[in-house]
């Protein structure tokens, strides 16, 4: 009775701090430089298939034009911004699925994995990040919570 009389004060109190933390959860990776990532955007020719406000889609007729920021309720992480570049068939939305964006379910953009540096993806996820409303987990760890 007396260890339960303990344990329940102190698991409800364990659930209260676990709900205050303000920052974002997830990974981090370091900071990327927004130029940099803007210019290797342009370089992997990411604008033969989306556009973003700044760049303009560079596609011929038969592309498939795919819009990249603004208010997008799908893209809603860092994390998942960081896996739409690295996995596109991972997610996508529903809006693309009747389009050449896809086939059989399967993103047809170009997989980047063999050749993008993790520089040249952390520069251009620092890009994409201006462009999205994104929370941004810190990098900043402060030891386990549990």
């Given at each position: 009775m007396k260890?339960?009389?303990v344990l329940f004060?102190?698991?409800?109190a364990?659930l209260v701090?676990w709900?205050?933390e303000p ?9 990327g ?9 342009q370089?992997?020719g ?24 603004g ?5 809603k992480?860092?994390?998942?911004l960081v896996?739409?570049v690295?996995?596109p068939?991972h997610?996508i ?7 050449d964006?896809a086939?059989d ?5 170009r997989?980047?994995n063999?050749?993008?540096t993790?520089?040249q993806?952390?520069d251009i ?7 999205y409303?994104?929370v ?5 760890y402060?030891?386990?919570r549990?």
């Amino acid at each position: 009775m007396k260890k339960s009389m303990v344990l329940f004060p102190l698991s409800l109190a364990l659930l209260v701090l676990w709900g205050c933390e303000p920052n974002a959860r997830g990974f981090a990776l370091p900071e990327g430089d927004v130029e940099r990532g803007k210019a290797t955007f342009q370089q992997l020719g990411c604008t033969q298939c989306h556009s973003i406000s700044d760049i303009a889609w560079q596609g011929s007729g038969d592309d498939v034009e795919v819009p990249l920021g603004g208010v997008v309720p799908g893209l809603k992480t860092y994390g998942e911004l960081v896996t739409s570049v690295i996995n596109p068939s991972h997610r996508i939305a529903r809006a693309y699925l009747g389009e050449d964006v896809a086939v059989d379910g399967e993103s047809t953009m170009r997989r980047y994995n063999e050749f993008m540096t993790v520089q040249q993806l952390v520069d251009i996820v620092s890009y994409l990040q201006t462009e999205y409303d994104i929370v941004v987990p810190s990098n900043h760890y402060v030891g386990k919570r549990w």
